[in-house]
């Protein structure tokens, strides 16, 4: 490639940890432009790594708008249509596609500050990926992730990914999410989905609010295998009213409030049980009321404080098992068989 054809980039300064500062749609857009050059010339360099384009957002500091010289949010719409691996479909929503963009290539964000992620209604083609990277607020609902998802290690400012559909794995591993309220609530999951370490910061949260903050899974559907491993929920956790059709798996969780798989649907089985011998999950309120178990549900070494099944379905072949458990108030009342 010839230099000087390159795109000019700079203009783009540093911050003090050496992250480039991307404070406007121009900058992002050229500097997409100028990694995907980048990734062109290692290519020619070595012919034996084989080409490989997506947008390159690793060590950058990202904004589209300021306010007052500061970063104020990046709004995907504001780039999209100005470069083409992000088309606007804007004209055509809501009648001709539930989308306000689509993003055409892979992102790979690494070690980033977002400033306002506002990237709902969008289509994503391939796969995205936020590894050690702070979003400061935003919104993923109402989105479709065609390819795989991983958000690891990553500190989350917001909570909403409402309405999302997921073609292919999902795995949120060691991220922290500092809002109140984390909203999966009526999304699609279509292959293995794994939430592992997660941390959830209930610090601070008064006796009024705490009734307003939970992590919603309900009216969910998940077509593969669900699992929450190792988490500590300070907030209330809802699977209400989901769809289950394969193994669903709670291991290591310690919950101050309620779990709810109230008036869900259970094809296969829920898996509540601990990795290591002496260890126990510690588990405030169970709600197993209204669930329709054509499959199994096993609930081993736990402590429940309480556990309520009022109405509980056992279909023919259906299982409630509870093994080395304590359980200090029982309202397995009304099961019906």
């Not at 109402?142 to 390819?147: A, S, V």
């Not at 409030?257 to 259970?266: G, K, R, T």
Request: aromatic share 10%; glycine share 2%; net charge negative.
């Amino acid at each position: 490639m010839n230099i000087q054809s390159r795109t000019p980039v700079d203009d783009i300064l540093l911050d003090d940890n050496d992250r480039h500062i991307l404070d406007s749609t121009d900058k992002i857009i050229r500097w997409i432009n100028y990694q995907y050059e980048e990734q062109e010339i290692k290519h020619e360099e070595n012919i034996d790594i084989p080409y490989r384009r997506y947008i390159d957002l690793s060590n950058c500091i990202i904004c589209t708008r300021t306010t007052d010289g500061k970063p104020a949010l990046t709004n995907l719409c504001d780039l999209a249509g100005k470069i083409e691996c992000v088309i606007n479909t804007y004209n055509d929503y809501p009648h001709k596609t539930r989308f306000h963009q689509e993003v055409l290539e892979e992102i790979i964000c690494h070690n980033s500050v977002i400033h306002g992620a506002f990237f709902h209604c969008t289509k994503f083609h391939q796969r995205v990926y936020f590894l050690n990277t702070i979003i400061n607020n935003g919104d993923f609902s109402r989105c479709e992730f065609l390819e795989y998802t991983f958000i690891q290690d990553c500190q989350l400012s917001f909570g909403s990914f409402e309405g999302s559909i997921f073609h292919k794995t999902v795995s949120f591993s060691k991220s922290e999410f500092d809002h109140f309220q984390i909203i999966f609530r009526n999304c699609i999951f279509k292959d293995d989905t794994s939430f592992h370490s997660i941390k959830i910061k209930g610090d601070g949260v008064s006796k009024e609010l705490l009734p307003h903050c939970y992590i919603d899974f309900s009216h969910s559907t998940f077509l593969k295998n669900f699992s929450l491993l190792n988490v500590e929920l300070p907030t209330h956790c809802w699977f209400d009213d989901c769809i289950f059709e394969q193994t669903v798996i709670l291991r290591d969780i310690t919950s101050q409030h309620i779990i709810s798989f109230a008036n869900a649907l259970v094809k296969k089985q829920i898996l509540i049980f601990v990795s290591e011998k002496d260890r126990k999950n510690q588990i405030e309120n169970l709600i197993i009321s209204h669930l329709d178990i054509s499959g199994r549900v096993d609930i081993e070494d736990s402590q429940i404080n309480v556990l309520r099944a009022n109405f509980t379905n056992l279909q023919d072949k259906g299982i409630l098992r509870i093994f080395r458990s304590t359980i200090l108030i029982n309202q397995l009342i009304n099961i019906s068989i």
